[in-house]
């Protein structure tokens, strides 16, 4: 991780597939991968990691610690305006 990383982390070699992240985030960042990790695993992957509200979520629902976010991780604003914004345009679908 480098200092323009997001906070969350996923180490897809710990991702055992079994999908159970998949429907925990707020924001939908977390989608399968269709290419195998060194284990033989189909693993999930991040997408727009910057978008994270750092809710924990994953962190917490992975049997097997593949995401990792620091304690120290405070609100992610990005995040929460996506979070926001997608709540809105929900609303407005007929
Ligand atoms: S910490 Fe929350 S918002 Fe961030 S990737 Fe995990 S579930 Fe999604
Ligand atoms: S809960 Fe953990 S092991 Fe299961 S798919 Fe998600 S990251 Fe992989």
Redesign the pocket.
């Known amino acids: 991780m480098n200092a323009l990383s997001p906070p969350i982390q996923?180490d897809r070699e710990?991702?055992?597939?079994?999908?159970?992240?998949?429907d925990v985030c707020p924001n939908d960042l977390?989608v399968m991968d269709n290419r195998p990790n060194l284990q033989g695993?189909f693993?999930?992957a991040l997408v727009h990691a910057d978008y994270c509200v750092q809710c924990r979520h994953?962190v917490d629902?992975?049997?097997?610690?593949?995401?990792s976010l620091p304690r120290s991780a405070g609100l992610n604003w990005p995040g929460w305006v996506f979070h926001l914004s997608r709540g809105w345009h929900a609303r407005k679908q007929p």
């Open positions: 996923l710990r991702c055992k597939g079994c999908l159970l992240c998949l977390i695993h693993p999930v994953c629902i992975c049997p097997d610690q593949a995401f």
